[in-house]
């Protein structure tokens, strides 16, 4: 099990979520305070929780390339982290 986490600006949350939408059918978003370069932004996180036949890096990285380009932004980051365990209960 992988959950994987994207890192953008808080920016068209509607067509963002269209676009992890495309590629997985469940996620959640976290809204926060970010910063970059020096300057405070509002931002958004979005969590995927899978395992990793259903998502990969591959898709993740296009994922994080779309919100790019819609966002116009100059970097959107994402982190993949290992799970020992997880249930649904």
Known sequence: MTTYRIYTEKKNVKAVSQIV???????????GLGCWEGKREKSMC????CDRTSVDDHSVNLICKKIRGLNRQDAVMFTATTLDKMEVI
């Open 46 to 49: 979005i969590e995927i929780v």
């Open 21 to 31: 939408s495309e590629h997985y059918g469940g996620f959640s978003i976290f809204f």
